[in-house]
């Protein structure tokens, strides 16, 4: 499996690079992903994948040293071109009217002195590490997400995903989501309508602030007389969660973030690939199914 996904994700990044290697450059773009990929397969660190003997036989071309590496995955070009490869792999096909927003924790240990991390909660209780925040349509697809520290709050980088990802229809949320400000921004967008639970239940009241026309539409929604299309929507919405477990339960997957994986560039690049490759699986299974 972890040759076909470098073969498939090899021949992606040649199909989307369009620049040449420069005079002044002895190794692409494209060369630099290569590489990058090939580690992150293996679940290995970058030096792992700049020495030969952890390549195939057949594998002919030269290989970038490690500081090639880390230089090179810094820039702008590069980084890039891993933002085309992941979009091309994860972004909606087609235009969807519900949506799943929740968030993912990526703990590391508690004795690690990465000072980009944050202390907050996680499944079960609180760990330090990051947190993946994810909008997914009802095909799994990733319309947008984003990589914070742990403390940071889900609705603020809710927030964020809202205002930059395109999106119409239903969002539908956990009670964790329960926000006016959230319900706001759907309302300036339009075309989304938020769809959350009460965060204290539908016995308790509304407090004395003002509600916003999105918060009072997904109370409707969800409490009134005839609520079934309202608890289907929260019921579908549970499918991120086996979303989250198929990006965890094989081999090449995003099962935790290795002691190498430290700092928010180094954590973003990591979880970016394994979204990539998730979905690169997924179609590839899809594949030998339909010609089966």
Known sequence: ????????????????????????????????????????????????????????????????????????????RVRQLLALVERRLTAPEQEGVFWKIDGKPLPIGGCSKDRQAGYGRAAGGKAKGYKLHAITGADGRIAEWRVAPMNCDER?????????????????????????????????????????PRRYGPQRGTGHRPQTAGRRRSREILENTTPEFGRGLLHDRAVIEREYGNLTNWGGGLSGLPPWIRTHPRVYRWVQAKLALTA?????????????
């Open 280 to 292: 690169l699986r997924k179609q590839l299974k899809t594949e030998a199914l339909c010609s089966s």
């Open 1 to 76: 499996m972890e040759h076909q996904l470098f073969q498939s994700i090899v021949a992606v990044v040649r199909s989307l690079s369009k620049v040449r290697k420069s005079a002044r450059c002895r190794f692409a773009d494209e060369d630099i992903v290569k590489v990058h990929y090939w580690a992150v397969i293996h679940d290995r660190p970058v030096s792992w994948a700049t020495c030969r003997r952890n390549w195939p036989i057949w594998w002919r071309k030269p290989i970038p040293s490690d500081s090639t590496m880390s230089r090179r995955l810094k820039s702008a």
């Open 156 to 196: 603020v980088i809710a927030a964020r995903l809202l205002k930059t990802a395109t999106l119409q229809g239903y969002v539908v949320a956990d009670a964790n989501y329960d926000s006016n400000k959230l319900h706001a921004i759907c309302d300036q967008r339009g075309n989304l309508q938020m769809v959350v």
